[in-house]
């Protein structure tokens, strides 16, 4: 109940991969409860440790600090696919972390092809031009108001209703 004083011991125990795996399982869940700002370091090195990589990132995602989305992206390729999948959710869920994600796709570090359109429209959602410009700029304008969409289907209603009916033979 905000009790800080065994968190450090906690992140020890949570660091040492050596520790048994039931301590280092209730230390993860005390600190990834706790939301410790100063348990952040140990739960970027469980990227790279398979047994906790997929609860860390999970877990990661929860903090402002740009070490999250360089971190993801500098481990991304060892991951595995549901691994990235879950990355994705993260480097999307913010327009910092997405800036990075974009960076690291220029790059050729994360290829274009790994987001799914889904991805990509979480990135659209973020509100922020640079990062319209940068997903248009790759994957091409995405368009997502009603008024488009009404105006699209009027244009085929149109040419549904003009084209002869010899057509629908």
Not at 24 to 35: G, I
Not at 94 to 106: E, N, S, Y
């Amino acid at each position: 109940f905000g009790d800080q004083s065994r968190f450090d011991l906690h992140r020890k125990t949570l660091a040492a991969s050596e520790a048994p795996e039931a301590a280092r399982r209730h230390a993860f869940e005390v600190l990834s409860r706790a939301q410790d700002a100063g348990s952040l370091p140990v739960f970027l090195e469980l990227l790279g440790d398979a047994r906790f990589r997929a609860r860390a990132l999970a877990v990661v995602g929860r903090y402002q600090s740009e070490k999250v989305p360089q971190t993801i992206v500098a481990r991304f390729n060892d991951f595995s696919p549901e691994e990235k999948s879950a990355a994705l959710s993260v480097l999307t869920s913010r327009a910092p972390f997405a800036l990075a994600l974009l960076d690291a796709v220029a790059a050729g570090t994360i290829k274009r092809d790994q987001l799914t359109a889904f991805n990509v429209r979480q990135l659209t959602q973020l509100k922020n031009a640079e990062i319209d410009e940068r997903v248009a700029k790759n994957w091409g304008r995405i368009s997502s108001s009603a008024g488009e969409k009404e105006a699209f289907i009027g244009k085929l209603e149109k040419v549904f209703n003009e084209a002869p009916l010899w057509a629908y033979d």
